[in-house]
């Protein structure tokens, strides 16, 4: 079962806007981690915030994690067109290092 | 370039036969997963292994088996293909420790007739 899900699974802005993604949870978490896909490809890591942590900034990414309400949020600032890929969030729990990804968020960046 | 690759990229067969996706690191990681992507699914995990010969299952196990008898190298064996074993198949390694950051290969594109 997953234990991320996204919200909304779609999202389409204009280029220089922000985006705002959020994702939730079900059981407690070491980290919460968010990747982006473009299309064909891999997955890219963008930022890991761990369980003590409340907010960490990369660039023009700013993740924030409640885990009283066990929600995060991705906020891409001033959108571009190359933004445009899907955004998994993963939560990583127990041993081993294994993640348990959602079901993703495709964004579209007009430009 | 996450010093990963993928093998092959693409395939094609018939129900019943057997495949063998291979998945090959050049970051020395203890760590390496094996996912399927399926559209409305995300990514699933399939089996992953903690280090040479040592593997456990995943959450979508079932029909397949994996091998890993040198730490660069990761295994994922179809036994007998089935339709519902299409999909995207990624291979992903990670070194663990304080952070769980895993790093994908760009995946094969499995299709089963």
């Known amino acids: 079962s997953q234990q991320g899900e996204e919200d909304p699974q779609a999202l389409s802005i204009q280029e220089g806007e922000n985006a705002t993604m959020n994702c939730s949870y079900k059981?407690?978490?070491?980290?919460l981690q968010w990747y982006r896909q473009n299309s064909g490809r891999g997955l890219v890591h963008l930022i890991l915030i761990r369980s003590n942590e409340r907010e960490k900034h990369s660039g023009r990414l700013r993740v924030t994690l409640d885990t009283s309400k066990k929600s995060s949020s991705l906020l891409i600032t001033a959108s571009r067109a190359a933004d445009t890929a899907s955004y998994f969030c993963?939560?990583?729990?127990?041993?081993?290092?294994?993640?348990?990804f959602g079901k993703g968020i495709t964004l579209s960046v007009r430009p | 370039d996450a010093g990963i690759t993928q093998s092959p990229r693409h395939k094609v067969t018939e129900t019943g036969t057997p495949v063998t996706l291979r998945c090959h690191q050049t970051e020395n990681h203890r760590y390496m997963y094996w996912y399927r992507q399926d559209p409305g699914h995300g990514l699933r995990l399939i089996h992953y292994?903690?280090?040479?010969?040592?593997?456990d299952k995943g959450e979508v196990s079932d029909g397949y088996s994996v091998s890993r008898s040198k730490t660069e190298d990761f295994l994922l064996t179809l036994e007998s293909a089935t339709s519902s074993q299409t999909s995207v198949y990624f291979c992903a390694h990670g070194a663990a420790g304080r952070t769980d950051t895993q790093y994908f290969g760009p995946g094969t594109r499995l299709t089963v007739l």
């Open positions: 059981t407690s978490i070491n980290n």
């Open positions: 292994s903690y280090g040479v010969k040592d593997t």
């Open positions: 993963a939560t990583g729990v127990g041993a081993n290092s294994k993640l348990t």
